[in-house]
């Protein structure tokens, strides 16, 4: 049997599980893999997505660190797809291509004012407190009421954040420049905007229950919110996820914070030096800007329930002042150079991970797709390890269709990117960032702090 090569683009949950189930897959087929991955080292979102005080999602980073460690597949870090390496070069070298490049964009929002100084997309504030290496090292935290669009996970993430004191975040890996910014923080309220009702909401009940355990923060709700009709009565009693969410919030309302007239801080009765405000059944309209066109107040209109778990809009609209927004209302992905892409929804077209022609809708032999940027940004971690399955199904089944690539060998990928100057980062590099991130932890009992310019990421990689 020839060995096939096979190269996988995003070294991200999506390619490191295609990766590990292909190669679990070998006695269908020989394989050889070569995961490239544009940042200087792997992981993806759960390295640069998944907040720093959420240590048990950043453990899947020992089980994707197990499957690169079988020592079975190449990596190539800070090797740009289509800049470095492109379309063309891997039907040279390989007989077909996945990939798994994620969603790491904010969807975008079509509100007067978005463009306001001080509103902001969710990911880059991600980013940022994420430690990732293309955003800039400071952010601006001046503001005392802040806004957050969007009633999922990441949505609570962004206010968490927001709302949690820095001193709380030391025993985390948060970079020392955020640890910094964070301490500066003006921050006292943190609206958070939903535009359907707590029975409907896309975030978990764990990360909900969290924002309840922050020290010297209060959670502010108001019982408007809470007059459910038939549909939310009926998601409370018959799914386990949205009973636990509302029981949560119920307990929120006793709470001495809690205050039943909107927006009327003075008269919440909590003692914390910080709130976190949950309003439901209010659909963003305006972002209002002040004479420098800084964010003044977000213009929202109250909605009620439309009896089938959606929402209608009142025609009432409510002013909430605050001087920064963040919109957390979904990720959406990037276009790949040379690869169809589908504008509309942010995700390489595909059938069940066989890429097809944006037009013709006909399967584009040799290329793949897995993870958010085959399926869209929905769905936890674990979610990605099926989806890889079905990809890597076709491609077991599809071998006969695949490219010819003329130089096959493993040694023509690095002599290709030695000739091109990119200095590029292998799992040996890998290794030494990660133990140089976990030393500079050890004197803090820290697990590790990270490091964030992406030269000098490069430079402890290869160990100049
Ligand atoms: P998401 O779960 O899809 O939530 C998006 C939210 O934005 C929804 O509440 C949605 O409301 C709202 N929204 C969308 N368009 C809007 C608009 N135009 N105006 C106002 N609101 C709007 O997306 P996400 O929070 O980005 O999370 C992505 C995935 O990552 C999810 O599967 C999430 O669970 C996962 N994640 C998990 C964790 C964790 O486990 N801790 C952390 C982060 C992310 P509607 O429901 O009304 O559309």
Do not use: C
């Amino acid at each position: 049997m020839t060995k096939l090569r096979l190269a996988i683009v995003g070294a991200g949950p999506a390619g490191i599980y295609a990766a590990d189930i292909l190669l679990k897959a070998e006695r269908k087929f020989d394989v050889s893999i070569d995961l490239f991955e544009q940042l200087p080292a792997p992981y993806g979102l759960v390295r640069y997505g998944v907040a720093p005080d959420h240590p048990r999602i950043k453990g899947i980073i020992t089980a994707l660190r197990d499957v690169l460690d079988r020592g079975d597949i190449r990596l190539f870090g800070n090797v740009r797809f289509g800049e470095d390496i492109t379309l063309d070069d891997l039907k040279h070298h390989y007989n077909a291509v996945i990939f798994a490049t994620g969603a790491i964009r904010d969807t975008a929002m079509e509100i007067p004012g978005i463009d306001a100084v001080g509103s902001y997309g969710a990911a880059d504030y991600v980013s940022w407190f994420d430690g990732h290496p293309d955003v800039p090292r400071e952010w601006p935290l001046d503001a005392a009421s802040v806004g957050v669009l969007g009633n999922g996970n990441v949505a609570l993430d962004v206010a968490r954040m927001l709302a949690k004191h820095a001193e709380d975040l030391l025993v985390t890996e948060v970079p020392e420049n955020v640890y910094e910014g964070l301490k500066s923080s003006a921050i006292t309220d943190v609206h958070v905007f939903g535009r359907r009702g707590p029975a409907q909401v896309k975030f978990t009940p764990l990360e909900l229950r969290e924002l309840g355990e922050l020290r010297d923060v209060d959670m502010v709700v108001y019982d408007e919110d809470f007059d459910y009709d038939e549909a939310s009565k009926d998601a409370v009693a018959s799914n386990k996820q949205v009973m636990v969410i509302d029981r949560v919030l119920q307990s929120w309302r006793k709470r001495p914070s809690a205050n039943g007239a909107r927006g009327d801080v003075d008269n919440a009765g909590g003692t914390a030096s910080r709130r976190l405000h949950l309003h439901f059944w209010a659909r963003p309209v305006e972002v209002r800007k002040d004479e420098e066109g800084r964010v003044a107040a977000l213009v929202y209109e109250r909605t009620q329930p439309d009896g089938q778990g959606g929402a209608v809009g009142t025609g009432e609209l409510r002013e909430v002042p605050m001087q920064a927004l963040y919109r957390a209302i979904g990720y959406f992905g990037s276009p790949l150079p040379g690869v169809p892409f589908d504008k509309k929804h942010g995700v390489i077209p595909n059938r069940e991970g066989q890429v097809l022609a944006k037009d013709s809708n006909q399967r584009v032999p040799g290329i793949y797709a897995t993870g958010w940027i085959k399926r869209g940004p929905v769905g936890l971690i674990g979610h990605t390890k099926s989806d890889a399955m079905e990809t890597v199904r076709h491609i077991i089944n599809d071998q006969g269709s695949w490219w010819q690539p003329v130089d096959p060998s493993e040694a023509s990928i690095p002599a290709l990117l030695h000739e091109r100057g990119v200095k590029w980062t292998d799992l040996a590099g890998w290794h030494r960032l990660d133990e140089h991130e976990i030393g500079l932890g050890a004197p803090q009992e820290r697990a590790r702090v990270k490091v964030v310019p992406r030269d000098e990421m490069v430079r402890v990689s290869r160990g100049e």
